[in-house]
Structures are given as C-alpha cells and as structure tokens.
Nanobody
Framework: QVQLVESGGGLVQAGGSLRLSCAASGRTFSNYAMGWFRQAPGKEREFVAAISWRGRSTYYADSVKGRFTISRDNAKNTVYLQMNSLKPEDTAVYYC???????????????????WGQGTQVTVSS
C-alpha cells in the first residue's frame, strides 16, 4: 500500500499560480502512473491530469490543457501539478492518486487508481 500526501493548495486570485505536490511512501512509486483529480462542491470527482511511470507521457483534461503541467521526480517519490492562469472554476479539492499500472490515458477514470491522498483545497477568487 502507498501513502500519498498532497500539499501546496491555498487561496489565489484569478490569473495566479499554484504548485501542488504529492509525496508518496510505501509502495514503489516509480512503477506506476500517477494522476490528479479534483472535486468541487456538489460535483463529481473529475480527471485533471496524469503522467506515465517514467514521465514520458502526460495527459490533461481539456479544461486545463495549456494552463496546468504535471510532472514527477521518481528520485523524490513526488508528483507535481503546476497550475497557471487559474480561474474561479478551478476551485476544488485536488486529489493525488496512484494508478494500478504504469500507464493510463486522457480518459482516465477514478476506478483505475487504487490509492488516494486526502486532498488539498484550491480556492481561486475572482
């Protein structure tokens, strides 16, 4: 089993930036794809971004493409989400998740991910 701990959330004005981090411990980090999801109040959890096990492939939801960048550092067992040009509609709890395998797709579903962090709140004010 892997433990995932997110950090880096907070309150930012529209147009600003935040960088989320997710530190993993326990299960071998580098063997698995990683993803970020988010959930706004009253809405379903939605896919944001994912990265393959060696970081060679990345996938993004259309709503964040060109603004968010996912990356990973396998030496540090950490995955990142750089969020630029933030909008009020990006407000949500952001969750880091470990995939059950080494790769995924842009249509990644929550059920493909076996381990989840506790989430970090991102609030974008207008």
């Amino acid at each position: 089993q892997v433990q995932l701990v997110e950090s880096g959330g907070g309150l930012v004005q529209a147009g600003g930036s935040l960088r989320l981090s997710c530190a993993a411990s326990g299960r071998t980090f580098s063997n698995y794809a990683m993803g970020w999801f988010r959930q706004a109040p009253g809405k379903e959890r939605e896919f944001v971004a994912a990265i393959s096990w060696r970081g060679r492939s990345t996938y993004y939801a259309d709503s964040v493409k060109g603004r968010f960048t996912i990356s990973r550092d396998n030496a540090k067992n950490t995955v990142y989400l750089q969020m630029n040009s933030l909008k009020p509609e990006d407000t949500a709890v952001y969750y880091c998740a470990q995939h059950r395998g080494p790769a995924t797709t842009a249509q990644a579903q929550p059920t493909e991910f076996g381990s989840w962090g506790q989430g970090t709140q991102v609030t974008v004010s207008s």
